[in-house]
C-alpha cells in the first residue's frame, strides 16, 4: 500500500510517499534494492527526515532537541520531559522572551534616533525610561529557570556512586540495588578494579549506579591504584554517594549518605552516625534505601512534563541573563544596545535561527537511520 502525503502539511514540509509492505524481512529488502536502483534515489542518512523538518521551519532546533531525547527515552519521567520539548514547550518561552528583548531593542533604538526629545529620555541619560529595571526583570525570570533541575541527570539517570574501603560490602549493595550478580564479590581485598556501571529505573526514576574499587591507601597494587584512582573520579561526579566506610571519611563535595552495610553479621564494626542500617544479604533496610533513593532523586530531577534544560540551551539562556544584566546597568545607550543586540544573538542560537551549524551533524547524528 502506497500513501501519498503532498507538502507542505507533512513533517517534513516535502512532498513524501509511504510504502507499507507486508511480508518478511526479505520482501523489504528487495523493495529496498528496486528503489535504490532507481536513478536519483538513495537511502535517507541518520536524521534526515528531522533536519529537513528544521530546515523547512517545521520544528526548530529545541524542539528537535526533544525528538532526540524521547526517541531515546526509557522511563515515563524522561518521556514526559521529552515531550514537553518536543511539543515546542521552550520555545514557546523563548519566543516570549525574545519579544519582550525585542520590545526593549526598540525603545532603546527610538531613545538613540530621538535623543533629547523628553518624550524618550527621560532623566537625561540617553535611555528609555524604566529601560534598566525591565532588562533586569527578564534576566531574574531567566536566573529562576537557570536554577531548575537540568536535563542531563534524567537523560543520563541520577547517578549514585558506592564507595568505601575494601570489603565494606559495596559490591553486594550494588548486586541488590540493581537486581543483579553484575559485580564480583570476593572476601579478598581488592576484588573490584574497576568501575562497573548499571542503569535502572526504581519507580519509573532513571538511576545510574556505580560500584568502584576499595579505597586504601596501602597495599594496592599497580592495577588496583589505578581502579581506586577512578573510583576517586566517579565520586566526585556523582550526584549522590553512598559511604559505607568509617563516618566523616567520606568524599568531602557534594552529597553524601553514611551507610552501615552488613548489619546482619555481628563481627561487623558499629557505625554510630550511620543514616541507614542494612544487610543486602537478608535485605533488612534495603526498601527504606531504595525509598528514600527515589525521593532524593526526584528533588533533583525535573517534575514530570517540565521543561528541562540541556548544557547547550543552559549555557546560552545564561548568556542571554549575562548580557542583559550588562545592559541594564549602563548609562551609554549604545553600550545597553549591544548587550541588546548580543542577547537576541543568544536566543536565536537557542532556537535554530542563528549560528548552529557547527552542532546539527551531532545532533541529527543521534537519530535512527531516516528518522
Known amino acids: 500500500m502506497v500513501l501519498w502525503l503532498p507538502g507542505p502539511g507533512t513533517a517534513t514540509g516535502e512532498d513524501c510517499a509511504e510504502l507499507h509492505l507486508h511480508g518478511g524481512r526479505a520482501v523489504v529488502a528487495a523493495v529496498e534494492a528496486a528503489l535504490v536502483a532507481l536513478p536519483g534515489l538513495r537511502r535517507a542518512e541518520a536524521g534526515e527526515?528531522?533536519?529537513?523538518?528544521?530546515?523547512?521551519?517545521?520544528?526548530?532546533?529545541?524542539?528537535?532537541?526533544?525528538?532526540?531525547?524521547?526517541?531515546?527515552?526509557?522511563?515515563?519521567?524522561?518521556?514526559r520531559s521529552a515531550m514537553a520539548m518536543a511539543d515546542g514547550g521552550l520555545s514557546r518561552l523563548v519566543a516570549g522572551w525574545r519579544e519582550q528583548v525585542l520590545t526593549l531593542s526598540s525603545a532603546l533604538e527610538a531613545a538613540l534616533d530621538f535623543a533629547g526629545d523628553d518624550d524618550i529620555d527621560e532623566g537625561g541619560s540617553g535611555l528609555p525610561a524604566g529601560f534598566g529595571t525591565a532588562s533586569m526583570a527578564v534576566a531574574?525570570?531567566?536566573?529562576?529557570?537557570?536554577?531548575?533541575?537540568?536535563?542531563?541527570?534524567?537523560?543520563?539517570?541520577?547517578?549514585?556512586?558506592?564507595?568505601?574501603?575494601?570489603?565494606?560490602?559495596?559490591?553486594?549493595?550494588?548486586?541488590?540495588?540493581?537486581?543483579?550478580?553484575?559485580?564480583?564479590?570476593?572476601?579478598?581485598?581488592?576484588?573490584?578494579?574497576?568501575?562497573?556501571?548499571?542503569?535502572?529505573?526504581?519507580?519509573?526514576?532513571?538511576?545510574?549506579?556505580?560500584?568502584?574499587?576499595?579505597?586504601?591507601?596501602?597495599?594496592?597494587?599497580?592495577?588496583?591504584?589505578?581502579?581506586?584512582?577512578?573510583?576517586?573520579?566517579?565520586?566526585?561526579?556523582?550526584?549522590?554517594?553512598?559511604?559505607?566506610?568509617?563516618?566523616?571519611?567520606?568524599?568531602?563535595?557534594?552529597?553524601?549518605?553514611?551507610?552501615?552495610?552488613?548489619?546482619?553479621?555481628?563481627?561487623?564494626?558499629?557505625?554510630?552516625?550511620?543514616?541507614?542500617?542494612?544487610?543486602?544479604?537478608?535485605?533488612?533496610?534495603?526498601?527504606e534505601l531504595r525509598a528514600a533513593l527515589f525521593e532524593h532523586a526526584r528533588g533533583a530531577l525535573p517534575m514530570p512534563g517540565a521543561v528541562a534544560l540541556n548544557a547547550r540551551q543552559h549555557q546560552l539562556l545564561g548568556d542571554v541573563a549575562e548580557s542583559l544584566r550588562e545592559a541594564s546597568i549602563q548609562s551609554d545607550p549604545l553600550l545597553a544596545a549591544e548587550g541588546m543586540r548580543l542577547a537576541r544573538i543568544a536566543l536565536d542560537r537557542l532556537v535554530g535561527r542563528a549560528g548552529t551549524e557547527d552542532m546539527l551533524d551531532a545532533l541529527f547524528g543521534r537519530f535512527c537511520i531516516g528518522k
Open 140 to 287: 531574574d525570570d531567566l536566573a529562576d529557570w537557570l536554577a531548575r533541575p537540568r536535563a542531563e541527570p534524567l537523560r543520563e539517570g541520577f547517578r549514585v556512586v558506592l564507595a568505601g574501603p575494601p570489603n565494606a560490602g559495596k559490591s553486594t549493595l550494588f548486586n541488590a540495588l540493581v537486581e543483579d550478580e553484575a559485580a564480583i564479590t570476593a572476601a579478598e581485598p581488592g576484588t573490584t578494579r574497576d568501575v562497573l556501571v548499571r542503569a535502572v529505573a526504581l519507580r519509573g526514576v532513571p538511576f545510574t549506579f556505580v560500584d568502584t574499587a576499595g579505597l586504601r591507601e596501602d597495599g594496592a597494587g599497580e592495577i588496583e591504584q589505578i581502579g581506586i584512582a577512578r573510583a576517586r573520579a566517579e565520586a566526585e561526579r556523582a550526584d549522590l554517594v553512598l559511604w559505607l566506610g568509617p563516618v566523616g571519611c567520606g568524599p568531602s563535595g557534594g552529597v553524601v549518605w553514611e551507610i552501615a552495610a552488613r548489619c546482619d553479621l555481628s563481627d561487623t564494626e558499629p557505625k554510630p552516625g550511620a543514616q541507614f542500617h542494612l544487610s543486602a544479604v537478608t535485605g533488612e533496610g534495603l526498601p
Open 49 to 79: 527526515f528531522t533536519r529537513r523538518a528544521f530546515a523547512n521551519g517545521r520544528i526548530d532546533l529545541a524542539e528537535a532537541e526533544g525528538l532526540a531525547d524521547l526517541l531515546s527515552a526509557e522511563t515515563e519521567l524522561q518521556r
